[in-house]
């Protein structure tokens, strides 16, 4: 088996992605482009030895699909301990509700979010009550 261990957010504009992503989640950004000759933001998503991924920010190479095209890309979902909480800093911070939060019976609550940037993610919180 193989494990995703990187994880990239492509924007369109990166700043308001870095603004966004640090209000609602709390992440930090290192730049990281001089590493790699072109612009591109380290995510650090947490501390280690904490379970998780860090991944990377950079420029849209190309143009997002049109709203109600479906995703094109893989699609990572973050784990939190309160889906209402977060749920609302999202809105906050500038995203929209892309499918709402719905029970993983007897598991957890799930729902789906667009960044500022167009981008699908999803909002996971385990709940062995949520039905």
């Given at each position: 088996m193989y494990r995703v261990v990187h994880f990239e957010i492509q924007a369109d504009d990166l700043q308001r992605a870095m603004t966004f992503y640090s209000?609602?989640?709390?992440?930090r950004f290192q730049?990281?482009?001089?590493?790699v000759d072109a612009p591109y933001w380290?995510?650090?998503?947490g501390e280690d030895p904490d379970p998780g991924i860090n991944g990377g920010l950079l420029p849209r190479p190309a143009a997002?699909?049109?709203p109600e095209q479906g995703t094109n890309a893989f699609v990572c979902?973050?784990?939190a301990d309160d889906f209402d909480a977060v749920?609302?800093?999202?809105?906050?911070?500038g995203?929209?509700?892309a499918l709402p939060?719905?029970?993983?019976?007897?598991?957890?609550?799930?729902?789906?979010?667009?960044?500022?940037e167009g981008n699908t993610f999803g909002l996971h919180v385990p709940d062995p009550r949520a039905a």
């Open positions: 209000a609602v989640f709390g992440w730049d990281y482009s001089p590493v380290g995510v650090i998503t997002a699909p049109a979902t973050i784990e749920a609302e800093r999202i809105l906050a911070a995203g929209r509700v939060k719905y029970a993983l019976t007897g598991m957890a609550w799930q729902g789906y979010f667009l960044d500022t």
